[in-house]
Nanobody, 123 residues
Framework: EVQLVESGGGLVQPGGSLRLSCAAS????????MTWARQAPGKGLEWVSV????????NYADSVKGRFTASRDNAKNTLYLQMNSLKTDDTAVYYC????????????????WGQGTQVTVSS
């Protein structure tokens, strides 16, 4: 079955960095675009980034552009999100999902999603 397992979250101070990973299995990873999304406390899902299936094309939400870098290693079936210059507003549960969710007006957990990993940015 399709499995997506996020890891790398934790507590970090404002201005710090974290690197998240998403280990994928149960499908042909290299054939699919992959999305990072997040959900802050009391808020809805927010699309963060998409890495297209070849790894050479990425897009970012305005809120993270210039600070976050998404990438993938198709040989390892793994998606990454490097987060730098973290802000308190980045506090959220971060999810990976199969597909390009940037094309939807509203982000919903359809299709395949991981369990999420908590990122807390606090001084």
């Amino acid at each position: 079955e399709v499995q997506l397992v996020e890891s790398g979250g934790g507590l970090v101070q404002p201005g710090g960095s974290l690197r998240l990973s998403c280990a994928a299995s149960g499908f042909t990873f290299s054939s699919f675009d992959m999305t990072w999304a997040r959900q802050a406390p009391g808020k809805g899902l927010e699309w963060v980034s998409v890495v297209r299936r070849g790894g050479g094309s990425t897009n970012y939400a305005d809120s993270v552009k210039g600070r976050f870098t998404a990438s993938r290693d198709n040989a390892k079936n793994t998606l990454y999100l490097q987060m730098n210059s973290l802000k308190t507003d980045d506090t959220a549960v971060y999810y990976c999902a199969v597909g390009d969710y940037s094309i939807y007006r509203t982000v919903q957990k359809t299709g395949y999603w991981g369990q999420g990993t908590q990122v807390t940015v606090s001084s």
